[in-house]
Each structure stands twice: as C-alpha cells, then as structure tokens.
C-alpha cells in the first residue's frame, strides 16, 4: 500500500524558512511527477512545485518562484521543498502527491493524495 509522509512544517517569522520532506514507502519515485501542493483555509488546494523524476524538470507557482526550492534524493526516494523568504500568505498546510509523467502541476486533480499533510505557520 503506497502512502506519503510529509515532515519538517511549523511556526516560523516572516523571512525564514523551511525544509519539508516527503517520504513515499510502497512506492519508489520513479517515473512520476512529485508535487508540493498546499491549502488554506476557505482556500482550493493549489500546486507550488513540482518535479519530473524523468528529466528533473521542475515547476513553480509564480507565489513561489524564486523563494522555494524543490529537489529530490535518489538514494533516500525523497523529495524535499526549501521554502525560503516565508510570507503570511504562504500558510497552510502542505502535501505531497504523486502523478504520472504528463500530469500538470497546477491541477491538483492530476495527483494522487496520500499523506496526512504537514502544517506551515507563518507568524510573528
């Protein structure tokens, strides 16, 4: 049974940053899209990055582009989301997801959800 396992959120100031990690078990990360999405409250869930583990093409939000940085470690079958300059707005709670090559990272709907989430706060 494949499930995801996001880590590495919390309660960080304006300004700092985050590591989050994904860790699938069931499944190696091969031949898929992994994508960071996340969701306010009252908000619909949205992509912020992704990666092709064909090409290691990656995309980002234009929210995001520029402050987060996503990678992935072959050896570990992780992928992780460097979230740097932290805003209010980027607040939510953040998930990993996987999809087959082709599937479009800014529709959610393309993805498979199989983690709990992990919280991003961002508060003075």
């Known amino acids: 049974q494949v499930q995801i396992m996001e880590s590495g959120g919390g309660l960080v100031q304006p300004g700092g940053s985050l590591r989050l990690s994904c860790a699938p078990s069931g499944v190696t990360l091969n031949y898929y899209i992994i994508g960071w999405f996340r969701q306010a409250p009252g908000k619909e869930r949205e992509g912020v990055s992704c990666i092709s583990t064909s090409d290691d093409a990656t995309y980002y939000s234009d929210s995001v582009k520029g402050r987060f940085t996503i990678s992935r470690d072959i050896n570990k079958n992780a992928v992780y989301l460097q979230m740097d300059s932290l805003k209010p707005d980027d607040a939510a709670i953040y998930y990993c997801?996987?999809?087959?090559?082709?599937?479009?990272?800014?529709?959610?709907?393309?993805?498979?959800?199989r983690g709990k989430g992990t919280q991003v706060t961002v508060s003075s």
């Open positions: 997801a996987t999809g087959l090559l082709g599937s479009d990272c800014r529709h959610p709907g393309d993805f498979n959800f």
